[in-house]
């Protein structure tokens, strides 16, 4: 079946630092891939996708590229604010599983320091 | 424009009591999946409703329960609760006619954190 693997956390970061959380999936097929975030005491939020190889998810100064050769859709940000602090989830769906259901990875805490 | 609202926001209960949950779509969605999120770990999916019917489920006991009405809102019941059930509840509504997560990607609510003692 479908599983996601999260970098462990929790990662600090200065502000302005770069950004990277890695994450790899196991799928057959072509599953969709996503991140959500999810901010403290509040749901999660989509924060970026992408459907095939090749493809690069952005929002609000975030990237992600989906790699069917490494399956792998690593969390880029070239300069992470303090209201970046949030915990990050990669997910996908499809593949060997349901389209209309999200597997999730463990999520990774990320905390900006001023 | 409402979101997902569920409620209660919080819920102590004790083991072998049951509970029940609410949840409210985001207006125009008429898909409800719920997802149990335990302390430190990602969303599992628990199932999902369409036209009042279960549509999927995930690997989750009988124990578990769900039901969609009418106007698309969304129950989610335990029996005989365990410890191990403690967790941030979350439901996220979406569109049917859309297909696919990805071209209506899941909205979700704030969630129910339950404590069970």
């Known amino acids: 079946g479908n599983s996601v693997t999260q970098m462990e956390g929790p990662v600090t970061l200065s502000e302005e630092a770069f950004l990277t959380i890695n994450c790899t999936y196991t799928?057959?097929?072509?599953?969709?891939l996503f991140w959500y975030v999810q901010y403290p005491g509040e749901g999660l939020q989509l924060l970026l996708k992408?459907?095939?190889?090749?493809d690069k998810g952005s929002n609000k100064g975030f990237e992600a590229t989906y790699r069917k050769e490494t399956t792998s859709f690593h969390l880029e940000k070239g300069s992470v604010q303090v209201s970046d602090s949030a915990v990050y989830f990669c997910?996908?769906?499809?593949?060997?599983?349901?389209?209309?259901?999200?597997?999730f990875g463990s999520g990774t805490q990320l905390t900006v320091l001023p | 424009d409402a979101g997902v609202t569920q409620s209660p926001t919080h819920l102590i209960k004790t083991r072998g009591q049951q509970v029940t949950l609410r949840c409210s779509p985001k207006s125009g969605h008429d898909t409800v999946s719920w997802y149990q999120q335990a302390l430190g770990q990602g969303p599992q999916f628990i199932f999902q409703?369409?036209?009042?019917?279960?549509?999927q489920r995930g690997n989750f006991p009988d124990r578990f329960s769900g039901h969609q009405f009418p106007n698309y809102s969304s129950e989610l019941n335990v029996n005989a609760l365990l410890l191990g059930d403690s967790a941030l509840y979350l439901c996220a509504s979406s569109l049917a006619s859309a297909g696919t997560s990805y071209n209506s990607p899941l909205h979700f609510g704030n969630g129910t954190r339950l404590t069970v003692t």
């Open positions: 409703y369409y036209e009042e019917e279960e549509r």
């Open positions: 799928a057959t097929g072509y599953p969709s």
């Open positions: 997910a996908l769906s499809g593949g060997s599983g349901s389209a209309r259901q999200l597997t």
């Open positions: 992408a459907t095939k190889a090749d």
